[in-house]
Each structure stands twice: as C-alpha cells, then as structure tokens.
C-alpha cells in the first residue's frame, strides 16, 4: 500500500482524523475532520491546533498530556461540529 492508497484509505472513513506534531501544530487532517470543522486544508495545516480547531489564542490548560484531545472542547474542538 503506497502513500496515495493509505490518503485515500484515510479520506475515506466517515470518522475524523488529525495528527498533531509535538510543537501542537496539524500535520494530516482527512476529509472528515475538514469537512466536521467547515475548513479547508490550507485553514488547519501547520497552524496550532489551539488556534485552528479551538479558537484560542494559546493551547489549553487541560490537556493531561500533549496529545490527549482538550476535555473541554471534544476531540476536534469547539470549532467543529
């Protein structure tokens, strides 16, 4: 299975996926996660996911590690459906 085939494969889950790096920034978003935040790629790649996907203007306090979803704002934020 190439790159292509596993984007595809991703695309194609009705759930949403976003990758975030360890400085929190959106490194993959598949078509789900956009379309659930009404952005585009271009919106939420390599932007903070505190900025992005929550509308702050610094990440969230409540995170009990890097990459565990914020409590309060659900897996995608509170920017997204």
């Known amino acids: 299975m190439g790159i292509s085939d596993l984007q ?3 695309d194609s889950l009705e759930d949403a996926i976003v990758v975030i790096d360890e400085n929190l920034r959106v490194v993959f978003a598949n078509t789900a996660a ?8 271009n919106a939420i ?3 903070p996911c ?3 996907l929550h509308g702050r203007s610094s990440p969230c306090d409540d995170r009990p590690m ?3 979803p914020c409590r309060q ?7 997204c459906a």
């Not at 956009?34 to 790629?41: H, K, N, Q």
């Not at 704002?73 to 920017?79: N, V």
């Open 73 to 79: 704002c659900g897996p995608l934020g509170s920017r």
């Open 50 to 52: 505190y900025v992005s």
């Open 66 to 68: 890097a990459f565990a």
């Open 8 to 10: 595809t494969f991703v």
């Open 34 to 41: 956009l379309r659930g935040c009404g952005l585009t790629a």
């Open 45 to 47: 790649l390599q932007q």
